[in-house]
């Protein structure tokens, strides 16, 4: 039966087309953002999950930057330990030239004044941002340095876990006191002088472990920041999974669309050609 009231073949080819422009909208969208998933409304739990991933992804980045800034602080005064333990040792050999009799034991000492000031003040300025590690205490309060080195999330909950790496202040204000070493003076004896080099031996080792703990963390930091990097680059490789839209096929079935597009407009039009037939009939 034909009517020209309800026009059932144009409806059907009206509602392909209709479907047809909703796909290629979709496809369009795809290649133009390169996300398959760019709204909650695209699909919720892969929004959602993508979301999640990409706040811990921000959150590594940020921890990476911190574990740099960590590493660059302990460096610091991995640095100055190293320069006083270098000092240290020159100051050893005058001593151990100045054992002989008859050397001079006044300009020894001035020699060995100058190398002590030398120390004292690479303790106090071996700091980063306020903190010094040498000392006492790393920023006038707390004996230890602290920075966040990952996030630990607990599977299937909104909990996370800050984990830290602590570096603890090596005190050489109290435990490399050169300055109350023995001093040298012009009526000294090759017993004054051995004395004076047991005492640099004592700080001589105190300071070779301090930098020996220093490198430890240092490296510690190091490795952490390139692992913590790692994590950050798969968690974006995980997200682009997720989200990102494989252009490859968008475009081919761009293609595709754009030609189911065209048919859909044909049949509709022959569809909507049909109910002209009737006027034969009254002819």
Not at 57 to 79: C, H, K, M, P, W
Not at 128 to 136: E, T, Y
Request: aromatic share 4%; proline share 0%.
């Amino acid at each position: 039966m034909t009517s020209i009231l309800t026009n059932n073949g144009a409806i059907v080819a009206l509602q392909t087309l209709k479907m047809t422009n909703k796909n290629l909208e979709m496809t369009q969208n795809e290649i133009s953002t390169g996300k398959k998933v760019g709204s909650a409304k695209d699909s919720s739990s892969v929004w959602a999950i993508s979301k999640i991933m990409e706040s811990d992804e921000s959150s590594f980045r940020a921890i990476q930057d911190s574990l740099n800034v960590a590493a660059t602080t302990v460096g610091t005064a991995l640095a100055g330990a190293e320069e006083i333990e270098k000092t240290l040792k020159e100051m050893k050999d005058l001593l151990s030239r100045a054992g002989s009799t008859g050397f001079d034991f006044v300009k020894t000492e001035e020699e060995l004044a100058q190398k002590t000031t030398h120390i004292t003040n690479i303790i106090a300025s071996s700091q980063q941002s306020g903190v010094n590690l040498l000392k006492d205490t790393v920023d006038g309060t707390n004996k230890e340095f602290v920075v966040i080195s990952a996030l630990d999330r607990t599977s299937g909950t909104v909990a996370t876990t800050a984990s830290k790496i602590t570096v603890s202040a090596i005190d050489f204000t109290t435990n490399l006191d050169v300055s109350g070493r023995t001093k040298l003076t012009a009526n000294s004896t090759a017993d004054n002088v051995a004395t004076a080099i047991g005492e640099l031996d004592a700080f001589i080792d105190t300071a070779t472990k301090g930098a020996a703990t220093l490198g430890a963390a240092a490296k510690r930091i190091e490795s952490q920041s390139n692992f913590v990097g790692k994590l950050a680059d798969s968690l974006q490789a995980g997200v682009g999974s997720l989200v990102d839209a494989n252009l490859e096929e968008a475009s081919a079935r761009l293609q595709a669309l754009q030609a189911q597009q065209q048919l859909g407009i044909q049949a509709l039009s022959v569809a909507n050609q049909a109910p002209q037939s009737v006027l034969s009939l009254f002819r």
